[in-house]
Each structure stands twice: as structure tokens, then as C-alpha cells.
């Protein structure tokens, strides 16, 4: 009756359909390499050790949470006791050449954001894997549910969250 419904036009538009559809997943499957922007989200800090993979220590009661997001960096610990929980902290990052390098860390406070200028201010924020107002951390493993970092003193795992 009607020249654009007969099966062989519908059996054509079907195999151009399922064609488009498995040339869609394949363009998928093939983006699913992970490059250094991959390092964005909400991460849980699981372990902290020595550069050397050393004295590990599972972090995952702490509750420690990185969420990195255009270049900012926030933490926080749903799990540390508030009397020697590091607070909120924000933080300036960029990656390159897979080395993710953390400056400006202000912990933040409710009246004001500080400025982390001092070594020994870098110490409080020990927990959470940093030691010095400005930090290297090299890029080791990077997937869609895992990070390691590495800096020249700790060495960081995470899971996605």
C-alpha cells in the first residue's frame, strides 16, 4: 500500500539502525582509556604509606574524601575526631606530564579560608596525606575505581566513591 513500509525498506532501516548502534558502542568501548583528566571525582583515601609502599595503614574508618574537580581540591574527614580532625581543606591543583601538583592549600574555616604558607601548618594536615604547603604527588595508577599518588614521602590509595 504504501511504498516506504514494505518489509525490505523496514528490513534496511533495522540494519542501518543495529549498524549505527554497534559503530555507537564501539566508539565507546574504544573512549574508555583513561587520561590524566580522569583524576576528577570523589575519591576515598583507603591507604596511606611511605613513598616506598611501606608501613601501609588502612585510612578507610577516617572517611577521608578527596573530590577533585576543575583544578580545586577539596577534603574532608566524615571520620577523624573532631579534636585532631585537619578540617575542611581547599586546594589549587594541575596535572601534567602525570604528576598532579597541589598549591594554594587554604584550610577552610568558617570566617576565613588560611593561606598554608608554613611547614610546620603542612604537618596538621598529615592525615590526609600532605606535608608541605606546596606537593607532588606522581600519578601511578589511574582507572575508572582507583588512584595511587605517590609524593617524595607518602604514597596514597584511593577508591572511587
Known amino acids: ?80 575526631p573532631i579534636e585532631t580532625n585537619p578540617g575542611e581543606v581547599i586546594a589549587k591543583f594541575n596535572v601534567s606530564d602525570g604528576v598532579l601538583h597541589l598549591y594554594e592549600i587554604y584550610h577552610s574555616e568558617r570566617e576565613a579560608d588560611i593561606l598554608i604558607t608554613e611547614a610546620d601548618d603542612a604537618l596538621t594536615l598529615k592525615p590526609y596525606g600532605i606535608t608541605a604547603p606546596t606537593e607532588d604527588y606522581h600519578i601511578d595508577h589511574l582507572s575508572s575505581s582507583s588512584l595511587v599518588l605517590t609524593s617524595a614521602t607518602r604514597r596514597l590509595s584511593f577508591r572511587k566513591f
Request: net charge negative; proline share 1%; hydrophobic share 45%.
Open 1 to 80: 500500500m504504501f511504498g516506504f513500509f514494505t518489509p525490505h525498506a523496514h528490513t534496511k532501516k533495522h540494519a542501518r539502525i543495529g549498524l549505527a548502534a554497534v559503530m555507537m558502542l564501539t566508539l565507546m568501548s574504544a573512549c574508555q582509556k583513561y587520561s590524566d583528566e580522569d583524576y576528577e571525582g570523589h575519591w576515598q583515601l583507603t591507604e596511606i604509606a611511605l613513598a616506598d609502599g611501606t608501613d601501609a595503614h588502612n585510612v578507610k574508618a577516617d572517611g577521608i574524601y578527596w573530590r577533585m574537580q576543575l583544578n580545586v581540591l577539596q577534603i574532608i574527614s566524615t571520620g577523624i
